[in-house]
């Protein structure tokens, strides 16, 4: 009598085309930011004390420049258009707040103070504003500020870490476009990936992208083009927002690509592990944060294949 060979589980395909770009072994590297040339990544880290500090370095190296030395967390870097600003939130002052510095590091200004917490700040293409979220008991909430007079911010609707098109003007008649996570108000109340138009007059065209009952999906990017939005989702049971205001609690979290119009998802990453936070640098290449060696860094990717 013939004994058939046993079968295998099949496991799932580890992501291909990848290669490490942070090297932490203690603590973690996260937040990505990568230039508009794509020759530096700033990212946030706490590989040298608990609390996190921003750094600098090459893509392609491992010389690292620290630029924040600041005893509370630093962290969500974003690079101005012109790579001479880098925006970023900090708790330096008891709650969290919007600064601005010189990419290079030095003194940074402070661009929020009302007494809530504001994070995740955005360029606009122009370089001339800032989109961010401003976090309160039950309230997730975005607001515009004019670099030239951030004391007067505006309230441009609900949602979280929003991102501005690195393009201008691609929304209805010319509108710029800011996209953000959002959550469903019943049932499962998972986060969605959503866009809005937004102009000098306000706000206008809220439109989901992407959405499930049984996972969220969550901090979006764009583009260089602004024809295309990455995105991670993780399991509904799941929890993985930002570091802090985030406890990553997701074992899993796969990386995704969709066109503006809702249409071509095409999946980034398969196989084990919680991947998050992409951003999309030029040349096709995307940064992200995984745990796919048990420590969290970051990592690069060619977007070659999925766009073709």
């Known amino acids: 009598v ?17 290669s490490r770009a942070s090297f932490a072994d203690e603590g973690a590297d996260f937040d990505p930011c990568v230039s508009p040339d794509g020759t530096r990544l700033f990212f946030a880290s706490t590989q040298h004390r608990k609390t996190s500090d921003l750094y600098m370095k090459l893509t392609d190296s491992r010389v690292v420049t620290q630029l924040t030395t600041d005893g509370a967390d630093d962290a969500m870097p974003a690079l ?15 709650q969290w707040d919007i600064f601005v510095m010189p990419a290079t590091g030095g003194r940074a200004v402070r661009i929020t103070d009302d007494g809530a917490d504001e994070i995740s700040p955005s360029w ?11 976090v309160g008991a039950g309230r997730l909430e975005m607001w515009v500020a004019a670099l030239a ?13 929003p991102k501005w098109c690195p393009v201008a003007g691609t929304g209805q ?3 710029d476009q800011i996209v953000f996570q959002q959550p469903r108000e019943r049932g499962s109340r998972t986060f969605g990936v959503w866009t809005v138009d937004v102009t000098e007059a306000g706000v206008s065209n809220a439109t989901q992208i992407v959405a499930s009952p049984d996972s969220a999906c ?3 990017s764009w583009s260089p083009d602004g024809r295309w939005i990455v995105f991670a989702e993780i399991p509904a049971g799941g929890r993985a927002e930002t570091r802090q205001f985030r406890e990553v609690r997701a074992e899993s979290g796969s990386l995704w690509m969709i066109s503006t ?12 592990g919680l991947n998050l936070s992409p951003v999309w640098g030029p040349g096709e290449r995307l940064f992200y944060v995984s745990d796919r060696t048990g ?4 990592w690069a990717m060619d977007m070659s294949p999925a766009v073709a």
């Open 173 to 175: 008649d010319g509108a």
């Open 80 to 94: 101005s258009p012109d790579g001479t600003k880098l925006a970023f939130a900090s708790n330096r002052n008891g």
């Open 218 to 220: 969550i901090n979006p």
């Open 124 to 134: 606009s293409a122009d370089g001339t504003s800032l989109v961010y979220s401003r």
């Open 149 to 161: 007079n951030p004391g007067t911010p505006k309230f441009i609707g609900h949602g979280l870490f």
């Open 295 to 298: 420590r969290e860094n970051i």
């Open 2 to 18: 013939e004994v058939p060979e046993p079968v295998a589980e099949e496991t799932p395909m580890e992501t291909l085309n990848v």
């Open 261 to 272: 119009t809702g249409e071509g998802r095409v999946p980034l990453t398969s196989g084990r």
